[in-house]
């Protein structure tokens, strides 16, 4: 189903509910709280078993442009464009941006940072040979993650490239309650309005649904790799 399918459909109504929702409204607000704290950007690279394999996979496929999908203060933007890739990192974090476009100046990184909303992204269709989302959808309602892949395929040139992570979340501390679609909704001081939603296979083929998914694999973390083609 395309974005501009899904739109007509039953979902679509559930889906603007949901983006026009408190619920969702809280949860931006959360990640712009969350990045308040941090002065400046860390720089480390993290320790991720698949990291190499983000740009090896990228030049496989002949890639010059991506998308970093929710990049926080930048480091996969860093690392990749230090791989000579042209990249554009997209946050909804106004703080987080600000010091990934200053860590890139330091870099002498020619890097585009926007601000803004993944479930409304600003860009023309087949401006981007790739995305990466690094941590992203399990921040996600259903509904959301499932309209932004299928909106990701019109951004991509056809037969683009996505490399993501879907983390294995929802076991840990906190206060919660439940969406009906599953998401945990958390209210304890520390993460008031943040979102996180486990993603089991079953829901990995729904969002997925039209595309071609290239490699499933799942890390000791029980973290999920995921390569496709739109
Ligand atoms: C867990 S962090 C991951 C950051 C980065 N990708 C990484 O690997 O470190 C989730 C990021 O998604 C951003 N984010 C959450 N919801 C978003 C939305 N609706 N639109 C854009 N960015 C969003 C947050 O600000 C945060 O930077």
Same mark, same amino acid.
């Given at each position: 189903?395309?974005?501009?399918?899904?739109?007509?459909?039953?979902?679509?109504?559930?889906?603007?509910?949901?983006?026009?929702?408190?619920?969702? $409204?809280?949860?931006?607000?959360?990640? @712009?709280? =969350?990045?308040?704290?941090?002065?400046?950007?860390? /720089?480390? *690279?993290?320790?991720?078993?698949?990291?190499?394999?983000?740009?090896?996979?990228?030049?496989?496929?002949?890639?010059?442009?991506?998308?970093?999908?929710?990049?926080?203060?930048?480091?996969?933007?860093?690392?990749?464009?230090?791989?000579?890739?042209?990249?554009?990192?997209?946050?909804?974090?106004?703080?987080?941006?600000?010091?990934?476009?200053?860590?890139?100046?330091?870099?002498?990184?020619?890097?585009?940072?926007?601000?803004?909303?993944?479930?409304?992204?600003?860009?023309?269709?087949?401006?981007?040979?790739?995305?990466?989302?690094?941590? $992203?959808?399990?921040?996600?309602?259903? @509904?959301? =993650?499932?309209?932004?892949?299928?909106?990701?395929? /019109?951004? *991509?040139?056809?037969?683009?490239?996505?490399?993501?992570?879907?983390?294995?979340?929802?076991?840990?501390?906190?206060?919660?309650?439940?969406?009906?679609?599953?998401?945990?909704?958390?209210?304890?001081?520390?993460?008031?309005?943040?979102?996180?939603?486990?993603?089991?296979?079953?829901?990995?083929?729904?969002?997925?649904?039209?595309?071609?998914?290239?490699?499933?694999?799942?890390?000791?973390?029980?973290?999920?790799?995921?390569?496709?083609?739109?």
């Amino acid at each position: 189903m395309t974005f501009e399918e899904t739109k007509r459909t039953g979902t679509a109504e559930q889906l603007e509910e949901l983006l026009s929702s408190d619920v969702y $409204i809280d949860n931006l607000e959360f990640w @712009e709280r =969350a990045w308040s704290g941090v002065k400046a950007p860390y /720089t480390q *690279l993290p320790d991720l078993a698949y990291l190499t394999r983000i740009p090896d996979t990228l030049k496989q496929r002949s890639v010059r442009s991506v998308l970093d999908l929710g990049c926080g203060t930048g480091w996969l933007s860093i690392y990749l464009a230090k791989h000579e890739f042209a990249v554009t990192g997209l946050d909804i974090s106004r703080h987080a941006i600000k010091l990934g476009r200053e860590w890139a100046e330091k870099e002498d990184l020619d890097i585009h940072f926007d601000v803004g909303d993944i479930a409304d992204m600003p860009y023309p269709d087949g401006l981007f040979d790739a995305v990466v989302a690094n941590s $992203i959808f399990e921040h996600f309602p259903f @509904e959301v =993650a499932r309209a932004t892949l299928q909106k990701l395929k /019109t951004v *991509l040139i056809p037969g683009g490239t996505f490399i993501g992570c879907f983390d294995k979340v929802g076991g840990g501390p906190g206060e919660y309650f439940e969406l009906q679609d599953k998401t945990h909704v958390y209210t304890d001081k520390a993460r008031k309005g943040m979102l996180l939603r486990y993603y089991n296979d079953h829901d990995l083929g729904q969002i997925f649904s039209g595309w071609k998914v290239d490699i499933i694999d799942e890390l000791d973390s029980g973290t999920r790799f995921i390569v496709a083609f739109s």
